[in-house]
């Protein structure tokens, strides 16, 4: 079985045909680049050979190369192995973007085309962008682009010199930069394709029977070159680079490697011929893979998020897919769910006490398809069927035949035990029953249900049409089914699951709320609040504390707080945080939705700045910390409570940790989360720092046991639980 196959047919058009064995997506492995290498040759030595067609035996082209064996070329051969095998691949690409042409004149060659049949990523645009012309089908669902820069490496088969080359700078830097995917059509009028066709292997076929020589040679191989937009060294090129360099650092705040190297790519490549240009791509592409970042990013955020999503750590039951689902509240959180559960093709029955409050969360649906459709991402079709999947009631009947039930009422205790045995007693005997919580102990609120082995907590993040992540919490009498069923429920929503098992905050709160607490916490210290959030920010946090407070709401802590208060009695530690929420709360300032918090804002609730008043209350004291102090704070406050959650058995795999913390609340993407930033830092330096940050600031620093453990020991988190959890 190989990867590649060749059809030649009698009008001397040869098919290439990429479809590798058992996988729904081609993906580039070297033994499949070594296959396709061996068709060229055979193409271009072929007398009968007039061009040659690169298409795909399944519904979409590539979906880019396999990381795995990216990370096998580190593994086995270092740095040195990296480049080898990424110059592999130029040499490859290289030699069908000549087809087989005299290296003086440019004449002699074969044209070769490509022909989409839908999306194409990654390598999957790559080898493309080195054919002679580019034909895509007309297909609406397809993605094309080089996403390669959001799991921290940038495109390094040629792609970054290619699109540069072809574009120019400025215009490739949202394709290269921000990964921006478009579809067919679009990518047509970025000039990163060339045609939208019916047939696009037909369209193929008929261009290499009928190329001129002229057409097969690229702009940057012709005598005469200028980059579009000017080269580095011309006047137009000098500013887009200078403007360029500003934007990547403002945008990574320069704790993203892949970003600087990429622009440092694309600079020093369009200084020299072409060659040499790639050359210099793959050097920093090496230097990328190289860098500590980039394999956590990628061990993350795509072998670890793939791993989840496919059920890595799903319990040994029947197929659970779920056909009718009841959501309870229609709130923006059960909106959310029913909104995302349609979407997927599920029964929804979305309840809540009054008809209105239900029609009003079925309307939330209406509006995102509604602007879904004016971006021409959706159609009037699909908007109908999806919203004709969504019952709006105030009748629990209407939950008879649902297998699994969502409940998204108010968090209340009482509220919630009162819908659960409304609920259940309509409901077949072997749904389940979830319940949406972020504090709420699971094993608590399975109390008002009658089967607790079938009551599980399923927490989504807001706003849930857009947040990847999905925690499932087990409680103390939670069966394997529920469990098995939570997951398949939300691999159907296309959602990242993490399990974990029932504790106050579960996993995600229980981190990030310390992170918040500490950024108020240093507010009443007198730490300048300018330097907390950027602090934040240069450690690679989306939002500094005092922000992301007031995005979540200051009444959604203070409450947060008097709950926890009351649960923790003389242990609660977090009073001097409370006076500075409390306080806010009283002044009316709860926020962005009040349009007042920690920050100021316009009528319009555009943040303006960190509120003046907040500094005549607390004062910025004269001496203030070091940058380096401030950061060490705001990320042991979350990462040793990560550590505490996987000793108690919170967590039960660090892969959840770590793509949980990134998914769930932004935790510094480059680090590859919480376990993955430790192992960076070392076991022994996360322990002195620890110890350190205890004795000038308290107990809540104190280092735990098993970071003390594994300091002694020198291990790291991915040594010692990481290989066990995978091979499992």
């Known amino acids: ?161 290619r699109l540069t080359r072809k574009l120019g700078a400025m215009m490739a830097a949202p394709f290269l930069l921000e990964g921006k995917l478009s579809d067919p059509k679009k990518a047509k009028a970025a000039g990163i394709i060339d045609e939208v066709a019916e047939d696009p292997v037909a369209a193929a076929r008929d261009w290499v029977l009928n190329a001129k020589e002229a057409d097969l040679v690229k702009p940057w191989d012709q005598k005469g070159y200028k980059m579009p937009g000017g080269e580095p060294f011309h006047p137009a090129g000098f500013m887009t680079f200078v403007g360029a360099s500003a934007m990547v650092h403002g945008k990574t705040m320069g704790v993203y490697p892949a970003a600087k190297a990429l622009l440092s790519a694309v600079y020093e490549g369009a200084m020299v011929p072409f060659d040499q240009a790639l050359k210099i ?25 793939e791993a989840l999503e496919k059920g890595a750590n799903r319990p040994d039951a029947p197929d659970q897919t779920v056909k009718k689902v009841g959501v309870l509240g229609a709130g923006m959180m059960g909106a959310g769910i029913a909104y995302v559960s349609a979407m ?97 102990p699971i094993s608590e609120l399975a109390k008002a249900s009658a089967r607790p082995e079938q009551f599980i907590g399923i927490h989504f993040f807001s706003p849930v049409d857009k947040m990847l992540l999905v925690e499932i919490i087990k409680g103390a009498k939670t069966g394997p089914v529920a469990v098995a069923k939570a997951l398949d429920f939300v691999r159907q929503i296309r959602k990242t699951p993490i399990v974990v098992n029932d504790a106050r905050f579960f996993y995600a709160n229980r981190c990030i709320i310390p992170y918040i607490n500490e950024g108020v916490r240093m507010v009443a210290e007198g730490v300048n609040p300018v330097l907390i959030e950027n602090a934040a920010k240069l450690m690679g946090m989306p939002l500094g504390p005092l922000q992301l407070v007031d995005e979540t709401s200051i009444d959604l802590g203070v409450k947060i707080a008097k709950a926890t208060r009351a649960a923790m009695g003389d242990a609660y530690p977090d009073s001097a945080v409370d006076e500075v929420l409390f306080w806010l709360a009283d002044e009316g300032r709860l926020g962005r939705k009040s349009n007042s918090g920690f920050y100021a804002y316009d009528d319009a609730g555009k943040r303006l700045g960190l509120w003046e008043g907040l500094e005549a209350k607390y004062p910025i004291a004269d001496e ?103 091979a499992a």
């Open 281 to 305: 791509e793959a050097r920093w592409f090496t230097n990328v893979l190289m860098n500590p970042s980039s394999g956590a990013m990628i061990r993350s955020l795509f072998i670890n998020k």
């Open 1 to 161: 079985m190989t990867d590649f196959t060749m059809e030649k047919g009698a009008d001397g058009a040869a098919i290439i045909t990429w479809d590798v064995p058992n996988k729904s997506m081609n993906v580039l492995s070297l033994d499949g680049a070594a296959e396709l290498n061996r068709l060229i040759d055979e193409a271009l030595a072929d007398e009968a050979v007039k061009g040659i067609v690169i298409t795909s035996g399944k519904k979409d082209f590539a979906g880019g190369m396999d990381l795995n064996v990216i990370a096998g070329m580190k593994n086995n051969g270092g740095a040195q192995g990296v480049f080898d095998g990424v110059m592999t691949l130029h040499h490859l690409l290289r030699k069908i973007e000549r087809a087989g042409m005299d290296p003086k004149t440019l004449k002699g060659g074969k044209p070769i085309a490509a022909a989409l049949p839908g999306t194409a990523l990654g390598i999957g645009l790559e080898l493309p962008l080195s054919t002679h012309r580019i034909f895509a089908a007309d297909n609406l669902k397809a993605k094309i682009g080089l996403p390669e820069i959001m799991v921290g490496i940038f495109p390094g088969a040629g792609g970054t010199t």
């Open 624 to 726: 203030q910390p070091d940058l380096t102090e401030v950061q060490h704070r705001l990320m042991f406050a979350q990462t040793l409570e990560a550590v505490r959650a996987l000793e108690e058995g919170v967590l039960e795999d660090i892969r959840e940790g770590d793509v949980g913390a990134i998914l769930g609340w932004g935790f510094a993407p480059w680090s590859g989360g919480p376990f993955s930033w430790l192992d960076m830092l070392g076991a022994g330096r996360a322990a002195e720092i620890s110890d350190g940050l205890t004795e000038r600031h308290g107990a809540r620093f104190e280092t735990p046991k098993l970071l003390r453990e594994m300091a002694q020991k020198g291990e790291s988190f991915y040594g010692r639980f990481g290989q066990q959890k995978q």
């Open 344 to 440: 997927a093709g599920i029964e929804v029955v979305l309840i809540d006490a009054k008809q209105e409050a239900a029609d009003k969360g079925k309307s939330y649906s209406t509006a995102l398809l509604d602007k879904a459709i004016s971006r021409k991402k959706s159609t009037e079709e699909k908007k109908a069927e999806v919203l004709g999947l969504i019952t709006a009631t105030t009748d629990y009947a209407a939950l008879s035949g649902c297998d699994l039930i969502v409940e998204a009422v108010f968090e209340d205790t009482g509220v919630k035990a009162e819908v659960t045995k409304k609920a259940e007693a309509v409901i077949p005997a072997d749904a389940i029953f979830a319940t949406n919580t972020s504090t709420l």
